[in-house]
């Protein structure tokens, strides 16, 4: 798998190099946002990792120029802890976010997942199955337990609307403002206590244990992540 990994902080790039070279991914560097461009367009990464805080063209405005022609996962890694970066960086169309500085494992992880999206596990099939639980997309159906021994989960329109929303999106983080938008409406965006009365109540239909999910996760202050391969 090839990735892009764009950072002006020589340090970082040459951290990141070592760290992805070691587990087999192929590596190309961009020192500024415009080079960044150049080794996307040219390259055809299968990831791009990419700071925010580039001089010239910052990593919002890479971001958005990535976004008029491509669909690769981009992963933000970057020292701006502020939420209002992080939602401005996902609105704008990357994947995922991860602060700096980061723990190896957890970036892996979020690149294994991006990777994983890339090739299309999971993304556009008409039934998805985590656990014991199977969404079938098309028929808009959901039955939990084992084979043979299937129930129907009946889910109200909108708690249907919400996990169809994430599921489709595995491994990546849903904002909440995307989604009160996607299902309330541009002017529901502060309404951030329905979102999480519905979340729990999926929970409660669909997790083995609804206080410790494990396949609709919380992301603190920012929104929601579907995890179709958690242990």
Known sequence: MKIVVADDDRQILGALRIILSA?????????????????????????????????????????????????????????????????????????????????????????RALGRRKAGVAEGEPVVRFGDVTVDLGARRVVRGAPGAEASVRLTPTEWQLLELLVRNPDRLVTRETILTEIWGPNHTADTGYLRLYLSQLRKKLEPEPSHPRYLLTEAGMGYRFAPASA
Not at 44 to 50: A, E, M, Q, Y
Not at 70 to 78: G, N, W
Not at 92 to 102: H, I, M, R
């Open 23 to 111: 587990r087999g991914y192929d590596v190309v560097l961009a020192r500024d946002g415009k080079e960044a461009l150049d080794k996307v367009v040219n390259d055809h990464p299968d990831v791009v990792v990419l700071d925010l805080g580039m001089p010239g063209l910052d990593g919002l405005a890479v971001i958005q120029a990535i976004r008029g022609w491509s669909t690769v996962p981009i992963l933000v890694v970057s020292g701006r802890a502020d939420s209002t970066d992080k939602v401005e960086a996902l609105d704008l169309g990357a994947d995922d976010y991860v602060t700096k500085p980061f723990q190896t494992d957890e970036l892996l992880a979020r690149i």
